[in-house]
């Protein structure tokens, strides 16, 4: 059946013609039919010449675009998108081996815009942040396993949060393939960590911070680490892995620092009590520490993301400007602080200005060590800057 189809406003073609991925509301000029949410269109300049093809929803990003070539969205499409994402996941050494942890589709990265895949062991968590992709999912999933075989037991489909409110699509996390067969926890890079993706946030486990955990490893011998927004403990394993003398995770979340305490004591059993949690407000845990008298030589501040829209951009920047400086203000002489944006919203220049002003209403020298991004098997479309959302740097304080 020939799929409906968009026309473009005059001009309004330029961007897709550069491959960006994206239709916008405002530049679409009529369609042939009335569209459902979610279903598959072609789409036509002014001069009804094909652009491509794509996911329609309604909002800001009318379409999102499958393919630039006049094809079939069918079984075999599915197949070969995500069969190029695992081999490229195979070449860089991350599939296929014991350290079983590693995202395999990162949306407009992988060509697969609005489908997250997040593999832990056998099981694959799949997260739809379109109607699209929702709509699609058994087929998607179908083609997850067959691309996989049987290193993937269980498909979970964990979309009740991503998907777009207007759509009322009515979304259930359940599992689409499997559900008895489950193993609760993967490994990276030879830690074990226990992964929680039904109640846990994102899809269980931070996997865009592992290149990032093992710098950290590096840095941490014979310092005493504080580790914010710990969440599941990544960064302080990998601190206590790396000789630190002593390692306190903070997180508001009681579920946050139960699991961070799993963590701990499955990879260090006998930890010499070198490690330490604190259920505490990041902010409030900062404050009491008086100026000047820190015990703490390296911080990592992880924040969840502080701006999801454009309109909360000013106060997500003070709020990152607010949390550098109670770092750099708190941090000993020659310090180390490993500062992080997760934000899509905040770009590189404008995170590193917050910091910069942080760095200034401290009154403390600051050099920049590292300048950190998101690992490969979370890529980057050349196309579509957007989806370089990590951002991070690694700082020394004097």
């Known amino acids: ?65 499958l393919s630039f070539n006049q094809k079939t969205i069918d079984t075999s499409f599915w197949e070969n998108r995500i069969n190029a994402a695992y081999q490229l996941r195979k070449s860089i050494g991350l599939a296929n ?83 008895e067969s489950l193993v609760d926890y993967a490994y990276e890079n030879d830690f074990k960590f226990h992964v929680d993706w039904v109640k846990g946030q994102k899809t269980g486990f931070f996997i865009d911070q592992r290149d990032n955990r093992s ?55 006998n930890n010499d009590n070198r490690h330490q949690s604190f259920t505490e407000d990041a902010f409030k845990f900062l404050n009491k520490i008086e100026k000047g008298e820190s015990i703490y030589d390296l911080i990592i501040l ?13 106060n997500a920047l003070q709020g990152y400007k607010k949390l550098n400086a109670a770092a750099f203000e708190r941090i000993n002489k020659g310090g180390i602080v490993f500062t992080f944006s997760c934000s899509q919203v905040v770009s590189k220049e404008s995170f590193r200005l917050a910091v910069f002003s942080a760095a200034a209403q401290s009154g403390r020298k600051v050099k920049i060590l590292h300048q950190l991004s998101q690992p490969a098997d979370h890529p980057i479309n050349i196309y579509h800057p957007e989806g370089e959302y990590l951002k991070g740097l690694i700082l020394e304080v004097e």
């Not at 405002?26 to 009335?34: C, D, L, N, V």
């Not at 949306?107 to 109607?131: F, K, R, W």
């Open 97 to 179: 081996n014991p350290n079983n942890t590693y995202r395999l589709i990162h949306g407009e990265g992988d060509s697969l815009p609005g489908l997250i895949v997040d593999i832990y062991g056998n099981t694959a968590v799949m997260q739809a942040h379109s109607p699209g992709m929702h709509v699609q999912r058994i087929e998607i999933a179908n083609a997850l396993k067959e691309v996989m075989g049987n290193s993937i037991e269980n498909i979970y489909y964990k979309s009740e949060g991503t998907l777009p409110y207007k759509a009322d699509l009515g979304a259930e996390n359940e599992y689409l393939v499997g559900g």
């Open 215 to 269: 710098l950290l490893e590096k840095y941490s011998n014979g310092r005493s680490v504080l580790n914010m927004f710990c969440y599941t403990g990544g960064f302080s394993c990998y601190a206590m892995r790396g000789g630190a003398k002593l390692v306190h995770s903070v997180d508001s979340s009681a579920k946050a620092i139960a699991l961070t305490d799993k963590n701990i004591e499955a990879n260090f059993p």
């Open 1 to 65: 059946m020939p799929y409906k189809k968009v026309f473009l406003n005059k001009k309004k073609e330029e961007s897709l013609k550069r491959f960006h991925p994206w239709v916008f509301s405002g530049a679409i000029h009529h369609t042939s039919e009335p569209l459902e949410e979610g279903e598959i269109v072609e789409i036509y300049d002014s001069n009804n010449n094909y652009i491509a093809v794509g996911h329609c929803q309604i909002g800001s990003i009318a379409v999102r675009v």
């Open 302 to 314: 992880d924040p969840p993301a502080f701006a999801k829209h454009r309109s909360a951009l000013k």
